[in-house]
């Protein structure tokens, strides 16, 4: 299994920026994709930002140009650098990854447990 955990949330500004954080840990032969997804009250889970095992990136419209996301494959870590954030940005945001697991290799997907972004005055 793998076990997402993430840092970084916090409350900020509006034009302000924040940097999350999520590691994983456990047993797997390779983590291929991660996300960052967001959900806001009363809304759907949105996919913000997503990368290969690559580094190749996709942005929901809404962030580009404002976030970044990167990993780093060595110390199975994920990140997302948000800049000039804007009080629709206020969400909870969770980290996903898909990895393939022993013995056969079989791909699942896990969730963190999520971390509060709140932006406002």
């Known amino acids: 299994q793998v076990q997402l955990v993430e840092s970084g949330g916090g409350l900020v500004q509006p034009g302000g920026s924040l940097r999350l954080s999520c590691a994983a840990s456990g047993s797997f032969f390779s983590i291929n994709a991660m996300a960052w997804y967001r959900q806001a009250p009363g809304k759907q889970r949105e996919l913000v930002a997503a990368?290969?095992?690559?580094?190749?990136?996709n942005y929901v419209d809404s962030v580009k140009d404002r976030f970044t996301i990167s990993r780093d494959n060595a110390k199975n870590t994920v990140d997302l650098q948000m800049n000039s954030l804007k009080p629709e940005d206020t969400a909870v945001y969770y980290c996903n990854a898909r990895a393939k697991i022993p013995p056969w290799g079989v791909e699942y997907s896990y969730w963190g447990q999520g971390t509060q972004v709140t932006v406002s005055s």
């Open positions: 990368i290969t095992r690559g580094s190749s990136t």
